[in-house]
C-alpha cells in the first residue's frame, strides 16, 4: 500500500513545494483547497445557477444555446390546474401525483420510522444479553444496496412467493401484492421502513444512552413508575434526538427513489411515483426529454430540501450546545 | 443447550426470573430476527434452488434437487422415480420419456425392458442438494465479470479520490488561519443543502461537456468532493495539536510533507470511518450511475440486477443468484467492522 502511494505523493509534493517557496505557508492553504472547491464550484454551486437557467428554457435540447427561452412558463405548466387536490383536472397530472404520492408516502414513513425507531431504541436500551448482536440486526438492512432490497421483497411477495403461500395454508386466497394500487404503496412504505429503521435506531440508542444514569435513579427513590419515568423523563430528555431523527427521516423520505423504483417501477399505473421519480422521468427517461420541467420541479423540491436542512442544522447545533 | 438457556434467560434481577416486561423485550427482539434476517435467509436459500424448484408451489424451505442414475446407452443421467402404484408398484424406475399422461421407463438395474407407467403413479426422488449452477451460469452466460469490475472500478476510485481530496481540503480548513476561511466553510455547509438529486438535470449536461457521459469517470468524479467528508475529516484534525506541525517546521518538513506523513496517519482513524461509508455509498449507489451509463458493458452491479428483472428472459434462479453475489461484499465488510460503521454513521448523518 505504501509503496503504491509514495511515488503518487512525491510527485503531488512538487507543486505544493514551488508555490510554498514562492507565496509562503498560509498562502498554500488554497492550494491544498482547490482540488475539492473546484468539485464543489463545477458539481455543486455551477448546477445551482444552470438549473435556473434550465427552468427557464424549454424544448428537449440539451445545450442551453439550442434552448428557447420561455420565462416561467415551465412552472406554470406545472402549477396549471384547476384544482389541486385532483391530479386529473391539471395540465401535468402526473407532476401533482407524484407530489401527492409523496405527501401521502411521507407522512407514512416517518410516523412509522420514528415510532418503530423509538420503540427497538428503547427495547434496546433495556439491560439485555448480546445487545450488540440484536442492534446489527436491526441495523444490518442499511447497508443493502437498494435494488437488493426490493430484490428480497419482491421474491417474497411474487405470486408464488412465500407470504402467498403463508396466506394459502392459513385458507387464503393468493394476493398478486404488486399489482394492487393500495398494496403497492402500502409494501413500498414498510419495505422503506424495513430498509432504514436501523439506521434511525442507532441515532436514538445513542440519545438514550447519553441521558445520565442518576435521573432514573433519583425517579426510582421517588417511587415513579416506569410510564411516569418514561414520560416525564426520557421523552423530554430525548427530544432533541427526536427532533434530528425527525428532520433527516422527512429530508430522505421525500428523496426517496431507488428501492421503490427496483421495488414497483413505480406503479402500478402511477400509484408509487414519487417527486424523484417524476424528476427522472421527465428529464432522463421518456422522450422527448423536457429537461426544463424536470429543471423546475427540481427547483420546487430544492426549496422543500433547503428548509429542512436548515432545520436539520439549527437542531444539530441545539443539540451540540445542549 | 443448558448453557445457551441460562444465558437467555439471565434477567435484571439475575435470580432467573423473568418479569413480564423481559417477556415482551425478548418477544420484540425474536420477531426483529425474524423479520430482519428472515428475508436474506429466504433469499440465499432460494438463490440455491433449481428453476422448477422456484416455480413450485408452495415452495418448500430447503433446495431440492431430483435424483438422477447414469445407465448405459443414454447419454443424459436419467430422472428416478418411486412407484407408488399401478403394475409396477413399489420399484424405483427411471425416466425415459414423457408422452401426455403416460411414461416410458426403466429399471436401471435391467435397462433392456421399457414400462409403461401412468405420470399419477410416480413421485420424484429428491434430496437436498444446491443448484450451484445459478452461480457458475452468472459468470458463463451473463457479463457478471464485467459488471463486478465496473462497480469495483468506480468504488475504489472515487473512495481513494474522496479521501485524498477530502483530506487535503480538511487539513487547509483546520490548520491554517487565512482569510476567508469562513467563508470557504460556510460554503462546504451551503454544498450540504444541495443534494445531488435536485440538480440532475445540470449535472448531466456537465457531466456530458466534459466527455465523461457513459464512462465510468463521469460516475466517479461529480461526487468526489463531499461536504460530510470534509466535515468529519477536519473536526477530527483540529483536535491533533499545532505543536507537532511546529516541530515538523523547524525540522524543514515542506508543508506537503507534513500533511501526507503526519497529519494523514495521525486521522487514520476517522479516515476509516469516511472510507467505509465512502465504499457502502458507491457500491450500493444507483440514481447517478442510472442517469450516466446508458450502455451495458458500462453497467454497474446493481443497474445490470435492476435491468435484469425488467427483462422477461431473466429466470428467477439467476436474478437470485445475482441478487446474493451483490450483497456479499457488504455483509462481509458489516460483519468485520459492525462497530465502526455503526460510529461512523451515527456521526455524520447517513450522508
Given amino acids: ?322 | 443447550m443448558g448453557k445457551i438457556v441460562s444465558f437467555m434467560t439471565r434477567t435484571r434481577a439475575g435470580k432467573g426470573q423473568m418479569d413480564w416486561t423481559d417477556w415482551l423485550t425478548y418477544g420484540y427482539l425474536c420477531m426483529g430476527i425474524l423479520l430482519m434476517f428472515g428475508p436474506v435467509v429466504w433469499l440465499v436459500l432460494s438463490s440455491f434452488k433449481t428453476e422448477a424448484d422456484l416455480q413450485r408451489f408452495p415452495p418448500r424451505l430447503l433446495p431440492y434437487a431430483q435424483e438422477t442414475v447414469e445407465v448405459e446407452g443414454y447419454d443424459e443421467p436419467l430422472a428416478l422415480f418411486d412407484i407408488v402404484g399401478g403394475d409396477h408398484e413399489g420399484r424405483k424406475l427411471a425416466l425415459i420419456r414423457r408422452v401426455g399422461l403416460v411414461a416410458q421407463m426403466i429399471d436401471p438395474a435391467a435397462p433392456d425392458e421399457r414400462l409403461r407407467v401412468n405420470v399419477a403413479d410416480w413421485q420424484p426422488i429428491e434430496r437436498v442438494s444446491l443448484a450451484v449452477e445459478n452461480y457458475t451460469l452468472l459468470f458463463e452466460r451473463f457479463n457478471f465479470l464485467r459488471f463486478l469490475w465496473n462497480s469495483t472500478f468506480i468504488t475504489v476510485m472515487a473512495t481513494a479520490i474522496m479521501l485524498l481530496v477530502n483530506s487535503m481540503a480538511a487539513f487547509a480548513l483546520s490548520k491554517y488561519k487565512f482569510r476567508g476561511r469562513t467563508t470557504v466553510l460556510i460554503l462546504v455547509i451551503g454544498t450540504l443543502m444541495i443534494p445531488q438529486t435536485v440538480v440532475l438535470v445540470p449535472l448531466f449536461l456537465i457531466t456530458r461537456e466534459l466527455g465523461m457521459l457513459n464512462s465510468l469517470w463521469g460516475v466517479i468524479i461529480p461526487g468526489a468532493a463531499t461536504p460530510t467528508g470534509v466535515f468529519l475529516l477536519r473536526q477530527y484534525m483540529i483536535t491533533i495539536p499545532d505543536e507537532i506541525l511546529d516541530a515538523a517546521r523547524m525540522d524543514k518538513a515542506s508543508e506537503w510533507k507534513i500533511f501526507w506523513r503526519i497529519i494523514l496517519p495521525l486521522s487514520a482513524p476517522a479516515i476509516a470511518v469516511l472510507a467505509i461509508l465512502a465504499i457502502m455509498w458507491r457500491w450500493n449507489d444507483f440514481l447517478w450511475p442510472l442517469i450516466v451509463l446508458s450502455e451495458t458493458e458500462n453497467f454497474t452491479l446493481q443497474l445490470a440486477l435492476n435491468s435484469f428483472q425488467g427483462e422477461m428472459s431473466t429466470q428467477w434462479s439467476n436474478l437470485l443468484a445475482m441478487t446474493v453475489l451483490t450483497l456479499l461484499p457488504i455483509a462481509l465488510v458489516f460483519m468485520f467492522l459492525q462497530k465502526y460503521i455503526a460510529t461512523g454513521i451515527a456521526s455524520t448523518g447517513g450522508k
Fill in chain 1, 1 to 322: 500500500m505504501y509503496s503504491t502511494v509514495a511515488p503518487v505523493m512525491r510527485i503531488i509534493e512538487i507543486p505544493f513545494a514551488f508555490v510554498q517557496s514562492r507565496l509562503g505557508i498560509q498562502r498554500l492553504a488554497w492550494l491544498f483547497l482547490a482540488p475539492n472547491l473546484i468539485l464543489f464550484g463545477v458539481f455543486a454551486f455551477l448546477p445551482i445557477i444552470l438549473n435556473f437557467l434550465y427552468a427557464l428554457t424549454g424544448g428537449d435540447q440539451v445545450l442551453l444555446n439550442d434552448r428557447p427561452f420561455v420565462g416561467g412558463a415551465n412552472f406554470q405548466s406545472l402549477a396549471n390546474c384547476e384544482n389541486v387536490f385532483d391530479p386529473n383536472s391539471c395540465e401535468r397530472d402526473l407532476f401533482w401525483r407524484a407530489i401527492w404520492n409523496s405527501v401521502w408516502f411521507v407522512v407514512l414513513q416517518v410516523g412509522l420510522m420514528v415510532g418503530f425507531s423509538l420503540l427497538t431504541a428503547l427495547v434496546l436500551n433495556r439491560d439485555i444479553r448480546a445487545r450488540g448482536f440484536f442492534r446489527g440486526v436491526f441495523f444490518f438492512p442499511v447497508l443493502l444496496s437498494p435494488v437488493v432490497v426490493a430484490l428480497i421483497w419482491k421474491w417474497i411477495l411474487q405470486r408464488n412467493g412465500l407470504l402467498n403461500a403463508g396466506l394459502e395454508v392459513m385458507g387464503y386466497e393468493r394476493v398478486l401484492w404488486l399489482l394492487d394500487r393500495h398494496w403497492a404503496f402500502a409494501w413500498s412504505v414498510f419495505l422503506s421502513v424495513w430498509a432504514h429503521m436501523g439506521f434511525y435506531t442507532l441515532i436514538l440508542l445513542a440519545g438514550l444512552q447519553a441521558i445520565p444514569r442518576d435521573v432514573y435513579e433519583a425517579a426510582l427513590m421517588d417511587r415513579a413508575s416506569p410510564w411516569r419515568t418514561f414520560r416525564k423523563i426520557t421523552l423530554p430528555l430525548l427530544a432533541p434526538t427526536m427532533l434530528v431523527v425527525l428532520v433527516l427521516a422527512l429530508i430522505k423520505g421525500v428523496q426517496t427513489f431507488d428501492e421503490i423504483y427496483a421495488f414497483t417501477g413505480g406503479g402500478p399505473g402511477s400509484a408509487t411515483t414519487f417527486i424523484i421519480q417524476y424528476i427522472y422521468q421527465t428529464g432522463f427517461a421518456g422522450a422527448p426529454r423536457l429537461f426544463g420541467l424536470a429543471a423546475a420541479a427540481s427547483i420546487l423540491l430544492a426549496l422543500v430540501l433547503a428548509l429542512l436542512t436548515a432545520v436539520q442544522l439549527w437542531a444539530n447545533r441545539r443539540n451540540v450546545d445542549g
